[in-house]
């Protein structure tokens, strides 16, 4: 069964570094999103990517923050200086189809960890 | 204020009864609602997606009920197994005005007892 998968599963870096978090989505989907999930918390939209362009983004989602479709199958998330509060779990979620119709499916994380 | 409210964070239940968890919400009009499994460290699995026309969806021991009267949707385990203790997280989605993103409610732990 096709899933999404993320790379890698726990990146260490020290504040102010850039980290880069890879997703392979489902290969037919053509929406990409991601979440993140801080420790005990809920999981928490950033953005969703549709059409080589970003179609939402929330208030965390902010300038040190950036998405990109390299490829024709990758999908990665930046973070340009990272914060001790960018620790999280962030998560890569793929759907078939657009608003109101179909199921997001979402990969297994990459725990980030800023010291 | 929106809120997304699910029952108690915890629900311990014994083997083979129904488990019932609920997710209610206030100042949405959400389109759709999905839950999902999750399991520590892991991300969340998809289980079943209930349209705002749709009051009921079933599939294997899983039933899901979506009320946009009383903003409420249930979500039961029948014949609930040690296997299926884990935290289960109901989603909005469709929201007006929200594009397509989906909003998490904290999740309700749930396990089950032998």
């Known amino acids: 069964e096709p899933e999404v998968t993320q790379t890698p599963s726990h990146q260490v870096t020290q504040m102010g570094q850039e980290v880069i978090l890879r997703c392979v989505p489902i290969?037919?989907?053509?929406?990409f999103y991601w979440y993140r999930q801080i420790l005990g918390q809920k999981v928490e939209f950033l953005v969703s990517?549709?059409?080589?362009?970003?179609?939402?983004k929330s208030e965390i989602f902010d300038d040190q923050f950036s998405v990109e479709r390299p490829d024709g199958s990758n999908f990665t998330l930046k973070i340009r200086s990272t914060k001790l509060e960018d620790s999280a779990m962030y998560f890569c979620?793929?759907?078939?189809?657009?608003?109101?119709?179909?199921?997001?499916?979402f990969g297994p994380g990459t725990r980030l960890t800023v010291l | 204020s929106q809120k997304i409210e699910q029952n108690s964070e915890a629900l311990n239940i014994q083997e083979g009864k129904t488990a019932t968890l609920t997710c209610n919400y206030t100042n949405y009009s959400p389109a759709y609602l999905q839950w999902y499994r999750q399991d520590p460290g892991r991300g969340p699995v998809f289980l079943l997606l209930i349209r705002e026309n749709e009051k009921e969806k079933r599939k294997e021991r899983l039933k899901v009920t979506f009320d946009t009267t009383l903003k409420q949707s249930l979500f039961h385990i029948t014949a609930s197994q040690p296997a299926d203790s884990a935290t289960y997280l109901c989603a909005l989605g469709g929201v007006t005005g929200g594009g397509n993103k989906l909003t998490f409610g904290t999740g309700t732990q749930l396990k089950v007892e032998l």
């Open positions: 990517f549709y059409n080589n362009e970003i179609s939402e």
């Open positions: 290969s037919n989907h053509l929406y």
């Open positions: 979620a793929s759907s078939a189809r657009g608003p109101n119709t179909d199921t997001q499916y």
